[in-house]
């Protein structure tokens, strides 16, 4: 009998350690799924949201950061908590920058238990430090990434945005979403040294002329490759309030861009036989097509060579050129150049061009000097660079590729180099004076075209541009320009048209940019011949 109290207390301790071990079991798997079960889908999906917002880096040609994702945090809080919503709304806002009224209101809606609400989105760590000091209950840090830009505004309409959840907006963050956001870093075209003196001498220009607006393009002929381009004013300026900082016009805007368009028209007329350079033109007060009367902004000969047609810019002469063209073949050969479609590149906002509907004598006529059609500048500079690189096909690119890209055929190369040739010509002889730079032998072409207003030309709201290439004998760069409403001066004799105003600024851009590319100057031929320079 003594064995029995035992026996029995030995068995309520089993059973109670049963008990007490599936308890802990129970425990302990309810711990198990919460803290690494959960957690762990917890983790993977934060480390999903941090993959998507993080994106790679974007680099200019020589490996300039131009833009980076750095860790940030998302800031939330429990209004619940708050023993003042009114001072913390006040110490919040001067932390983050948020909107104090805006969180005062959000406080007072979501008053409950367990509420929380978005204070402000990618703080800083150091705005993260001042909003611990103020000891507020119920902060809590969600980790989050921001894009930077290291070099400020430069290039900013070509790079792009992307919103606040890092999904590409504009320009080459949204062209290079999907493979940022893989985490491939992007290695572009642009060369920030370029880039900077185009943006400066093209700021400068649009300073000097009061023009409303202004931009341009440094592309590689032979690669297709775009080492700077710029569109001005790229930030909020007085008197272009309606003109938007953050928009690439050179590639989402259209422009009727004027004489420059007569590249094409003497390139089909070269290719085609249909005009003789020493033809003599027949220009007089202008000429007469129908009802139409086509003439020239400035007092021309009686008759001008077919060269100098080009070369002085005459409405009058390059019309009669183009009409031996004819609709079909100049709506064709356009077509052929790219001109009539959007301009394809990585940046996927490429404006789509507008042209005639009905493609008659009188259009043949206007397109051929430059009016009547409108393309980006960029269209137009990739169609230019087909004419002087030999007559073979590119597609312009933001991304780094400095192998020669050249594709098919659009003119014969004997057309390529009498173009280059009528192009040097207008730089010694004709409208592109300004632009010369010697050592470097420059070939160009001014545009100087009126603006349609309500549906007519206006006369003094002119849009100027010049297209240079160099060196022209082997040309390798195009630099196009572009002034829109540039004033003259007329106490110092400057004019508002483009051989005063755009052809200037182009030499300025190639004096700069040169060396940097490596194309010094050649030395004067008397010089090289042991004689007196």
């Given at each position: 009998m003594a064995g029995e109290p035992t026996t029995m207390v030995?068995?309520?301790?089993?059973?109670a350690a049963i008990l007490c071990g599936m308890a802990f079991a129970v425990l302990g798997a309810r711990l198990v799924d919460v803290t690494l079960l959960k957690a762990g889908t917890a983790g993977t999906a934060s480390a999903a949201i941090r993959a998507t917002l993080n994106r790679a880096d974007m680099l200019d040609r020589n490996g300039e950061l131009l833009a980076r994702d750095l860790p940030v945090q998302d800031l939330y809080l429990e209004p619940y908590a708050l023993p003042d919503k009114q001072t913390a709304a006040r110490e919040l806002a001067s932390a983050t920058g948020a909107n104090e009224d805006r969180l005062q209101h959000v406080f007072a809606s979501h008053d409950r238990p367990g509420d929380h609400v978005l204070v402000a989105r990618q703080i800083s760590p150091d705005a993260e430090d001042r909003l611990l000091q103020f000891g507020l209950p119920g902060l809590e840090f969600d980790p989050s990434?921001?894009?930077?830009?290291?070099?400020?505004?430069?290039?900013?309409q070509v790079v792009g945005q992307v919103d606040p959840d890092g999904h590409g907006l504009s320009g080459l963050e949204l062209g290079l979403d999907q493979t940022l956001r893989r985490g491939e870093p992007a290695q572009l075209s642009l060369d920030l040294r370029i880039q900077f003196a185009l943006a400066q001498e093209v700021e400068a220009a649009r300073q000097q002329f009061e023009a409303r607006g202004a931009g341009g393009i440094v592309l590689n002929v032979q690669t297709g490759e775009i080492l700077a381009m710029a569109s001005l004013p790229d930030e909020p300026s007085p008197g272009s309030d309606d003109i938007n900082p953050n928009r690439n016009r050179m590639v989402r805007d259209v422009y009727e861009l004027g004489s420059v368009f007569k590249i094409f028209a003497f390139a089909l007329a070269v290719e085609d036989h249909t005009t003789r350079l020493d033809e003599t033109i027949p220009i007089g007060?202008?000429?007469?097509?129908?009802?139409?009367?086509i003439g020239d902004a400035e007092k021309m000969p009686a008759t001008l060579a077919a060269r100098d047609v080009f070369a002085q810019s005459s409405n009058a002469g390059t019309a009669q050129i183009a009409l031996r063209s004819g609709p079909l073949r100049q709506r064709e050969f356009l077509s052929r150049l790219g001109l009539l479609d959007p301009v394809r590149s990585e940046d996927p906002e490429g404006a789509k061009p507008l042209y005639p509907h009905h493609w008659g004598q009188i259009e043949t006529a206007t397109v051929g000097f430059g009016h009547g059609i409108s393309v980006s500048p960029l269209a137009f500079a990739t169609a230019a660079a087909i004419i002087v690189n030999g007559g073979r096909r590119i597609t312009p690119t933001f991304m780094k590729h400095p192998q020669d890209t050249r594709g098919a055929q659009v003119i014969s190369p004997e057309t390529s180099a009498t173009m280059r040739q009528l192009l040097r010509y207008v730089v010694t002889d004709g409208t592109g004076k300004l632009a010369d730079l010697p050592g470097y032998e420059i070939g160009g072409k001014t545009g100087s075209a009126e603006k349609a207003v309500g549906g007519r030309y206006v006369a003094h709201k002119l849009l100027t541009s010049f297209c240079a290439v160099f060196p022209i004998d082997n040309p390798r760069y195009l630099v196009f320009v572009l002034l829109d409403e540039p004033h003259g001066a007329k106490?110092?004799?400057?004019m508002a048209l483009a051989g005063h105003?755009?052809?200037?600024?182009?030499?300025?851009?190639?004096?700069?940019?040169?060396?940097?590319?490596?194309?010094?100057?050649?030395?004067?031929?008397?010089?090289?011949?042991?004689g007196n320079p």
């Amino acid at each position: 009998m003594a064995g029995e109290p035992t026996t029995m207390v030995q068995r309520r301790i089993v059973i109670a350690a049963i008990l007490c071990g599936m308890a802990f079991a129970v425990l302990g798997a309810r711990l198990v799924d919460v803290t690494l079960l959960k957690a762990g889908t917890a983790g993977t999906a934060s480390a999903a949201i941090r993959a998507t917002l993080n994106r790679a880096d974007m680099l200019d040609r020589n490996g300039e950061l131009l833009a980076r994702d750095l860790p940030v945090q998302d800031l939330y809080l429990e209004p619940y908590a708050l023993p003042d919503k009114q001072t913390a709304a006040r110490e919040l806002a001067s932390a983050t920058g948020a909107n104090e009224d805006r969180l005062q209101h959000v406080f007072a809606s979501h008053d409950r238990p367990g509420d929380h609400v978005l204070v402000a989105r990618q703080i800083s760590p150091d705005a993260e430090d001042r909003l611990l000091q103020f000891g507020l209950p119920g902060l809590e840090f969600d980790p989050s990434t921001k894009r930077f830009y290291p070099k400020g505004r430069a290039a900013v309409q070509v790079v792009g945005q992307v919103d606040p959840d890092g999904h590409g907006l504009s320009g080459l963050e949204l062209g290079l979403d999907q493979t940022l956001r893989r985490g491939e870093p992007a290695q572009l075209s642009l060369d920030l040294r370029i880039q900077f003196a185009l943006a400066q001498e093209v700021e400068a220009a649009r300073q000097q002329f009061e023009a409303r607006g202004a931009g341009g393009i440094v592309l590689n002929v032979q690669t297709g490759e775009i080492l700077a381009m710029a569109s001005l004013p790229d930030e909020p300026s007085p008197g272009s309030d309606d003109i938007n900082p953050n928009r690439n016009r050179m590639v989402r805007d259209v422009y009727e861009l004027g004489s420059v368009f007569k590249i094409f028209a003497f390139a089909l007329a070269v290719e085609d036989h249909t005009t003789r350079l020493d033809e003599t033109i027949p220009i007089g007060r202008g000429f007469r097509l129908g009802r139409h009367l086509i003439g020239d902004a400035e007092k021309m000969p009686a008759t001008l060579a077919a060269r100098d047609v080009f070369a002085q810019s005459s409405n009058a002469g390059t019309a009669q050129i183009a009409l031996r063209s004819g609709p079909l073949r100049q709506r064709e050969f356009l077509s052929r150049l790219g001109l009539l479609d959007p301009v394809r590149s990585e940046d996927p906002e490429g404006a789509k061009p507008l042209y005639p509907h009905h493609w008659g004598q009188i259009e043949t006529a206007t397109v051929g000097f430059g009016h009547g059609i409108s393309v980006s500048p960029l269209a137009f500079a990739t169609a230019a660079a087909i004419i002087v690189n030999g007559g073979r096909r590119i597609t312009p690119t933001f991304m780094k590729h400095p192998q020669d890209t050249r594709g098919a055929q659009v003119i014969s190369p004997e057309t390529s180099a009498t173009m280059r040739q009528l192009l040097r010509y207008v730089v010694t002889d004709g409208t592109g004076k300004l632009a010369d730079l010697p050592g470097y032998e420059i070939g160009g072409k001014t545009g100087s075209a009126e603006k349609a207003v309500g549906g007519r030309y206006v006369a003094h709201k002119l849009l100027t541009s010049f297209c240079a290439v160099f060196p022209i004998d082997n040309p390798r760069y195009l630099v196009f320009v572009l002034l829109d409403e540039p004033h003259g001066a007329k106490a110092s004799g400057v004019m508002a048209l483009a051989g005063h105003t755009a052809a200037p600024l182009a030499g300025r851009v190639i004096a700069r940019i040169a060396p940097m590319l490596e194309l010094p100057a050649k030395a004067p031929i008397v010089a090289q011949m042991g004689g007196n320079p």
